[in-house]
């Protein structure tokens, strides 16, 4: 999913530096960066859920809040205000521009208001730990949430950007309807967690339905988007369920193994989220001076992102106070030999 992300904000910046060459570039970067958008920050939202009522379960309610502020709310403190700095002075391009300011106002979270979100959803979980426990006692069905959650979620103010695709709410005061609909998708990983055995036998057993299901509203929306249908915001719902719910349930079917590798990438993703906007930026700009299209200028960017990304990750972070500031953990060096 996180690398999925750099390769989303490559394809939603790319414009911004060089303009597309055709038709067919242009329906092919956009349908790229919102076929990733349908399903991955929901699926994220899924799984803080999933692992908050599991720390909440195992470690009560004080350990819950201390361990969430930690991973999450002291890391976006520290990265804040540096990568908004950052993001703006790469995305200016000010090393080819000569700029010595930042045009940083009105300062927001950027891409870390996913952080700023969860923030918001762990003290909520807190405040409401016992009668959430209390409700949950109850099965609820998933089949009935997920369909509930097609049929309300056109229905909340702001869920939609101009695209009328899922929109994004970086400011310091959010989207109240964006709030609320994030917060009832990570709900129902909550939700997931106290009842494993219906909610994940679920998604193994209904994975490939919901993932065909999800390519085919979702091809139909990209279609219709521009028509002002009145149902368009109902296919676009159910493309962005069917594809959360639906790319967890291949996960849990087909990928329960993991390697040292993709350990390794698991352990370096909170860094790389952190920083890699910025190196989207710059990468963007270096390459588009080359005159080779957005497509390859897209491909180098994300590769290179995450290039560096995983060499920064192991030469500043793995090792060092900083993987216990965002993992819990460092890794001793050597160990891994």
């Not at 891409?111 to 209390?134: E, G, M, N, R, S």
């Not at 209904?206 to 999800?214: D, N």
């Not at 793995?318 to 819990?328: A, K, P």
Request: with cysteine.
């Amino acid at each position: 999913m996180l690398l999925l992300g750099v390769l989303f904000h490559a394809s939603v910046f790319v414009f911004l530096y060089q303009e597309p060459e055709s038709l067919g570039e242009f329906l092919s970067v956009v349908f790229t960066h919102q076929f990733l958008h349908a399903f991955r920050m929901p699926a994220f939202f899924v799984i803080a859920g999933f692992f908050a009522a599991y720390l909440l379960e195992s470690r009560g309610t004080r350990k819950f809040l201390q361990n969430r502020l930690a991973r999450i709310t002291l890391p976006l403190g520290i990265f804040w205000i540096p990568l908004v700095f950052a993001n703006s002075w790469t995305s200016q391009g000010a090393w080819l521009t000569g700029r010595n300011t930042f045009d940083i106002l009105p300062i927001d979270f950027g891409h870390l208001w996913f952080l700023y979100f969860l923030t918001l959803f762990v003290l909520a979980t807190w405040a409401l730990a016992k009668p959430l426990q209390l409700l949950l006692t109850k099965s609820i069905s998933p089949t009935l949430f997920l369909a509930l959650l097609v049929a309300v979620f056109p229905l909340i103010p702001g869920v939609f950007d101009k695209e009328g695709t899922l929109a994004t709410s970086t400011r310091i005061v959010p989207d109240p309807g964006l709030l609320l609909l994030y917060f009832l998708i990570f709900f129902s990983g909550v939700v997931a967690y106290f009842q494993q055995d219906r909610w994940l036998q679920f998604l193994r057993q209904r994975a490939v339905g919901l993932a065909t299901f999800f390519v085919a509203s979702f091809c139909v929306f990209f279609v219709i988007q521009d028509w002002d249908l009145l149902v368009t915001g109902w296919v676009y719902a159910a493309a962005v369920v069917s594809g959360t719910y639906g790319v967890l349930g291949l996960f849990l079917r087909f990928a329960t193994k993991q390697g040292k590798m993709l350990g390794f990438v698991s352990d370096a993703s909170y860094w790389i989220y952190l920083i890699h906007l910025p190196l989207v930026f710059f990468f963007l700009i270096a390459f588009s001076q080359l005159g080779i299209g957005s497509l390859p200028t897209i491909l180098l960017t994300t590769l290179m992102t995450i290039f560096i990304g995983l060499i920064s990750y192991k030469i500043l972070v793995r090792h060092t106070l900083i993987s216990t500031l965002l993992n819990g953990r460092r890794h001793p060096i050597g160990a891994e030999k």
